[in-house]
DNA sequence: CCGAGCGCCTAACAACTGTTAGTTAGGCGA
DNA sequence: TCGCCTAACTAACAGTTGTTAGGCGCTCGG
């Protein structure tokens, strides 16, 4: 009894956690350790509230791993979509380039626990699951494919790439650096700066005989 | 008792599924359909035998799940390590790269359900399995490490790119592979070239003005 | 000041998890 | 033929999972 008047006074805001609450609490558990682990008694204990309760918010696990994957997507998108139409009409390929892969990155690594839990859980999640997220998915992607193609027929792009290839080699190998990346080992921004480098230009050394 | 008595005849063959056997339908469950949805009564029964049957061969899930990962690395790092030095010893920097790349793509799409269930489960599995798991990896990655030094010794690669770092974007971005390949829109030897035409040479269509 | 309802809690369910103990059928060497 | 070893099997355990039903307090509009 001692402990549940402390708890009410000392840690429980009296403010309801609420929907978003959980959703937050969600986006950020499932980034950190995966779908499988996480199970909505971890959810509601870290919400500190109890697992049952999060029914009168959500109707089931699927439906609050949907919208976490949905919103992870929406950040990122918009986010892109921004930095690249900011730019002056005249901009350069490379400058779209670059502004479209930092944005990509900056959301994953540094903004978003919805981006990034999305790139860490879409593949272990039930397909009906991945099915409900496509949608909001494909809009993302054709997105890319549009900047793509757009700086290809510009003749910017070399000619012979498949515009949905380059996306998928891209968009991979960006998300990939949430398996390893450490803001203590180096700034989200100069890995921008360093993926767009080789993705641009190549890593080999150019002999210009 | 018609029912084991037809199973006895039509399907299980006499002969006993042994370690290996459980151990080859272990890595292809957990290739298509990750850590946490794959329990060991799946995999037993995959296999043809019972649940508690595989204790006989494993001490615990960790256990199996351990060996997957290692043979995973091991395959993909015998193929890696075997494709360069079959080379001639003044083999170009641009060809060496080409059959690294292409041998690890290799290994992971078309080889080895070890390798592909490694790069699919590692980051859903426990710490400690991962801790176990890094002395394998760790001999492979200082096998990429020691070839693209030598490479940028030669003055073959870009002296600004930090190795380690190469080496990451690199690795994980063909990983990245295995969440969209499909063997149906194109080879993996294609993809192969791919890759190492974008990772050698950049996208820009060069000015060579 | 009172009732409505929002946001949460308690308690339980059936299914499933990894794991253990004890048992058994069959083949091989002595 | 005897006895051992291999590779299974059966049955149960304790814990965890998603989910449901019903109840309780606090806040706010009338």
């Known amino acids: 009894m001692a402990e549940s008047a402390t708890r009410r006074v000392s840690e429980a805001p009296r403010t309801a956690v609420g929907r978003d609450g959980v959703l937050d609490i969600a986006a950020r558990l499932f ?9 909505l008694r971890k959810i509601a204990e870290a919400a500190g509230i109890k697992a049952g309760s999060i029914y009168y918010h959500f109707g089931s696990k699927d439906e609050i791993v949907v919208a976490v994957l949905d919103v992870g ?9 921004q930095a690249v139409s900011a730019l002056p009409k005249d901009t350069g390929a ?3 380039l670059r502004a479209a892969i930092g944005a990509h990155l900056r959301a994953l690594l540094d903004l978003s626990d919805y981006t990034s839990a999305n790139v860490r859980i879409f593949g272990q999640v039930p397909q009906s699951v991945r099915d409900a997220n ?4 494909r809009a993302y992607e054709a997105e890319w494919d549009t900047l793509l193609s757009r700086l290809q027929e510009r003749g910017a792009l070399k000619p012979d790439v498949d515009i949905r290839r ?6 991979g190998a ?8 450490d803001p203590d080992r180096g ?4 890995l921008s700066r360093t993926y767009a480098d080789v993705f641009l230009n190549g890593i080999l050394e150019r002999q210009d005989s």
Chains 1, 2 share one sequence.
């Open 73 to 81: 997507i929406q950040v990122v998108h918009d986010n892109m979509q």
């Open 94 to 96: 490379e400058t779209i």
């Open 187 to 190: 700034s989200a921004e100069a």
């Open 166 to 171: 380059l996306r998928l080699m891209l968009i």
């Open 134 to 137: 496509l949608p909001t998915r």
């Open 174 to 181: 960006l998300n990939a650096t949430l398996d390893w990346f």
């Open 31 to 39: 980034r950190e350790q995966g779908y499988g682990t996480v199970s």
